[in-house]
């Protein structure tokens, strides 16, 4: 069992909905999680993280972990084409585990 | 400032031949790391480093070697290529003093095939 689940299945949606990206963590001992953004042919580039549960909202980007169920979520509000990527997430301390990633496609 | 800068970007080998992917940071991280990134598995990690002299395994090591003699340099050399080992390389890197969060800065990854 891979410490972090994403189901990597794509997602298209239409401009201006939410998109909603789920990953579950196996490791009750991370305390950092994280959420990448990949565009194709492009490294990982960080798009924020949290510290421990909660929420943290950045822009039209929400992020949330509930560590009780071992549950991080990714919300994009107002969603643009220009978010049509890859979404990785990730959790750990030093050192990371990774999801499989989710492709995003926003059609205008 | 560079970043993580990785080459080549682009290489062909032939099954059993051998060779070196460059990785170079200027943003004097302790941390390094080589992922690699295959459809379906996502990023797995294949050899860290946490500082000048240390280096150790992650999840995927097998026919892969690092070396650390630098804080800027991770090189990861193949030994000997198998088809298996095609697949997309990153290099990564972060500021951490032992505690916190391991904010990876990505290269822009090295595409590797072998017949």
């Known amino acids: 069992q891979k410490e972090v689940e994403q189901d990597p299945g794509p997602l298209s949606v239409p401009e201006g909905a939410i998109v909603s990206l789920n990953c579950t963590y196996s490791n009750s001992a991370f305390q950092y999680f994280m959420w990448y953004r990949q565009y194709s042919r492009k490294g990982p580039e960080l798009l924020m993280y949290?510290?421990?549960?909660g929420n943290k909202e950045d822009g039209r980007f929400t992020a949330q972990v509930d560590k009780s169920s071992k549950y991080i979520s990714l919300f994009i509000r107002d969603s643009q084409p220009s978010d049509s990527a890859t979404y990785l997430c990730a959790g750990g301390d030093n050192r990371l585990a990774f999801g499989k990633g989710n492709q995003v496609v926003v059609i205008p | 400032n560079a970043g993580v800068t990785q080459t080549p970007k682009f290489q062909v080998l032939k099954t059993g031949q051998s060779m070196t992917l460059q990785c170079a940071q200027d943003?004097?991280?302790?941390?390094m790391s080589w992922y690699r990134q295959d459809p379906g598995m996502g990023l797995r990690l294949i050899h860290y480093s946490v500082g000048a002299g240390i280096t150790d395994q992650g999840e995927v090591p097998n026919g892969y070697n690092v070396s650390r003699s630098t804080t800027e340099d991770f090189p990861l050399r193949l030994l000997s290529a198998a088809p298996s080992q095609t697949s997309v390389y990153f290099c990564a890197s972060s500021h951490t003093g032992g505690s916190g969060a391991n904010v990876l800065t990505f290269g822009a990854g090295s595409r590797l095939t072998v017949l």
């Open positions: 949290t510290y421990s549960s």
């Open positions: 943003m004097n991280h302790e941390y």
